[in-house]
């Protein structure tokens, strides 16, 4: 017997535009200060380089101007999509609970890395079309089993992205579990890669060819299918890019809201976002269209190989910290950014000054050295 899906109305804990009013700038006071000492460190100012930027940002994310990111959680949310019968993917929609039940036993690459990089790695199932046990340890807060069709249909009502949004703010709370110092975005849905790729045509007006990539592997044929699925449904629906709410609606996903708002409620919260690749940073354009301000919060952690990922990033002004030809997704990149977050803020808080070390700093007219 299947379980009725988990309703939650969006006023339930939080309104969406209460959300977004409230997100605040960074702290530069906080920044200020870690600037300062930044530059009285025993290096010539500006050395480390990127390093050093991330340290400021964080700062002024958390308003510590030392701060540390003990409490890592890895949220991996979870829905499946109506457009894979359209044959848009080179796996069955089935894959999508398989690799559920693997996140819980700890099997999949982003349980080894959260490992790794001492995380936490949360699944919560959003959407995903089969009725998973209620044993199974993860987060059961199913809106839906999987999405409509988006290529015949909008892919989820008004209601339904908004419940997802919701969800998602409420993930970073602290409830069950401490809130997080850092939350890192990861997802799973066979077939999101579509959706993402037509999220980010809908939003930024590009080609879809130009923003649609391989995915899973699929082959000529059927990648030539998923860029003509695509086409059809923008021009079926003619979605409004100055509407991003109503575009997730017509071609996201439930897992896509939610991150939605997992990235609202943590820049609400005051925490830093590590996005990983490109169906994180579909998310992650709709909630910066949602709310500017959020932007701010986020740290790319990598470049995927999906084509749309790089149009994503250079519309949010972001650069990623490294490229490793990844496209898998369940936030990978991101887990393997917390040690390059880690090391920067060691570095602001365990470095010597130049008057704890009885080193003579730069003079007045001494330059960086190059």
Do not use: W
């Amino acid at each position: 017997m299947q379980h009725q899906p988990h309703s939650r109305s969006a006023s339930d804990k939080h309104s969406l535009e209460a959300v977004i009013e409230s997100i605040q700038p960074l702290d530069t006071a906080a920044q200020a200060r870690t600037r300062e000492r930044l530059d009285s460190l025993t290096k010539p100012p500006g050395s480390l380089g990127r390093l050093e930027r991330v340290a400021v940002q964080i700062a002024g994310i958390t308003g510590n101007e030392r701060p540390r990111l003990n409490q890592r959680t890895i949220y991996v949310l979870a829905a499946d999509h109506g457009v894979t019968v359209e044959g848009v993917s080179a796996y069955p929609q089935s894959v999508t609970a398989e690799m559920v039940r693997n996140f819980a036993r700890g099997g999949a690459a982003i349980n080894v890395l959260a490992r790794q990089t001492r995380a936490e790695v949360v699944v919560v199932d959003l959407g995903v079309a089969a009725d998973l046990p209620p044993e199974l340890p993860i987060l059961h807060r199913k809106i839906g089993f999987g999405t409509a069709n988006f290529a015949r249909t909008a892919a989820m009502s008004l209601s339904q992205a908004r419940a997802a949004i919701d969800l998602g703010i409420s993930l970073s709370s602290a409830g069950e579990r401490p809130a997080p110092d850092v939350v890192c975005l990861g997802e799973m849905g066979i077939g999101n890669t579509t959706a993402a790729s037509a999220i980010v045509a809908a939003l930024t007006g590009l080609p879809v060819a130009s923003v649609t990539g391989r995915g899973t592997g699929i082959d000529d044929a059927t990648f030539e299918r998923k860029v003509a699925v695509i086409d059809a449904a923008l021009r079926l629906h003619q979605p409004d890019p100055g509407k991003p709410l109503e575009v997730l609606a017509t071609l996201g996903g439930f897992e896509i809201a939610g991150l939605v708002g997992v990235v609202l409620g943590a820049a609400m919260r005051r925490i830093p976002i590590v996005v990983d690749g490109f169906i994180a940073t579909a998310a992650v354009l709709v909630a910066v269209e949602l709310c500017p301000a959020a932007r701010q919060y986020l740290i790319a952690a990598h470049r995927s190989v999906e084509v749309g990922h790089q149009a994503a990033l250079e519309r949010l002004e972001l650069v990623p910290l490294f490229a490793l030809d990844m496209r898998l997704g369940e936030g990978t990149g991101a887990a393997l950014a917390l040690p390059i977050l880690d090391a920067a803020l060691a570095l602001l808080s365990e470095m010597a000054t130049f008057d704890e070390a009885g080193i003579a700093g730069p003079t007045s007219t001494t330059q960086a050295i190059g």
